[in-house]
Each structure stands twice: as C-alpha cells, then as structure tokens.
C-alpha cells in the first residue's frame, strides 16, 4: 500500500514540476530558433514545429510515470516498465528540439531527414522545390517529400501548421500527386 501512494505521490508532484521545466526550456528554444531561422539573409516565408502537448506533454507524463514508478520498491518488471517509460519520454521530448522544425520558401524545403535521429547529428536536409519528384504519406501519421537522389524531408500531422506547408506545396508542385490523408 505505502509503494503505490509513494509513487502516486511522486508522479502528483514531479509532472507538474517537469511540465513547467520543459515549458519553459522549449519555449527559450523555440524563440531562439525563430530568431536564427528567420534572419533575412536565409529567410524561411514559414516555419511549422512539433506540437509541444503531443511530444512535451506526453513525454512528461511518461517520464513522471516512469521516475514515480521506478522510485518506488516493487518487483523487476515495474523497474523495466518505468525505464522503458522514461527511454520513450525522453525520446518524445526530443522532438521538441529545432532540428525537427520544418521551414519553407517559394524556393525550398528545409527539414528533418528522419524521426529516429538525434538532433544536432546532421538530419536537417535541404531540398529545393524543383528537385522534388515525389511527396507522399506512409498511411499513419508521417508526411514526406523525396528528391531524385534520394534526399528525403519528413513531418507529421502533430507539426502545428502542417496543413498550411500540404497546401503550399501543392501550389507550388501542381504536377504531383496531392497527399492522400490530408
């Protein structure tokens, strides 16, 4: 009885103390990043990011979860639980760098390369609109624009704005097939 209302109480306590620690460090960054991203001499006309409830909210959740429950005395397979839910928090939360921003012009499409990396590890790729010869959705959540050489930027429906980037898109690409699902 004493485990479940410890880690019960360390979950009421520790969610509400990181939401506002990762509120405020995403914020910090998000305004540093439009500033950097936005200087006229490489101007983006738009820029979408990750939604911060989705990735910073339910990766808080989990690595409360998963603190509240790996603190607390129980058997082998709560620890493996509760590491397991701090590992995908902290990855959900990392979502949250400008390394996942998306930013277009009439010109070009800057973006991440890939969901599974690292940010900072060199998975921002440009590519100019003219090079693009595919754009598609793979049937969940995840949108992607593909150049000839293989050369591929990628966002997801829990970007905020991502309906506006589909639209310019196809204004710009009218020869493309349109995106199912959007």
């Known amino acids: 009885m004493f485990e479940t209302a410890l ?5 009421v306590v520790l969610t509400p103390l990181v939401a506002v620690l990762v509120d405020r460090s995403a914020t910090r960054l998000w305004t540093h990043y439009r500033h950097c991203f936005a200087r006229p001499t490489r101007a983006c006309a738009r820029v979408i990011y990750p939604s911060r409830t989705v990735y910073g909210g339910l990766g808080t959740v989990l690595v409360t979860y998963g603190l509240g429950v790996g603190l607390a005395p129980g058997p082998f397979w709560t620890d493996v639980a509760a590491g397991l839910a701090v590992v995908f928090g902290g990855l959900l939360m990392m979502c949250l760098h400008r390394d996942y921003a998306i930013g277009w012009t009439t010109e070009a499409l800057r973006g991440p390369s890939s969901f599974l ?11 100019a609109l003219s ?4 754009i598609g959705t793979d049937g969940l959540t995840c949108f992607y624009a593909r150049a000839a050489d293989g050369r591929v930027i990628r ?8 309906p506006d ?9 009218p020869d493309l097939a349109p995106l199912k699902g959007a």
């Open 117 to 127: 990396r690292l940010p900072g590890d060199g998975n921002v790729t440009t590519i």
């Open 131 to 134: 090079e693009i010869t595919q």
């Open 7 to 11: 880690s019960f109480l360390v979950v």
């Open 165 to 173: 980037l589909v639209a310019s898109l196809a204004l710009a690409r």
């Open 155 to 162: 966002w997801s429906r829990f970007h905020v704005g991502w």
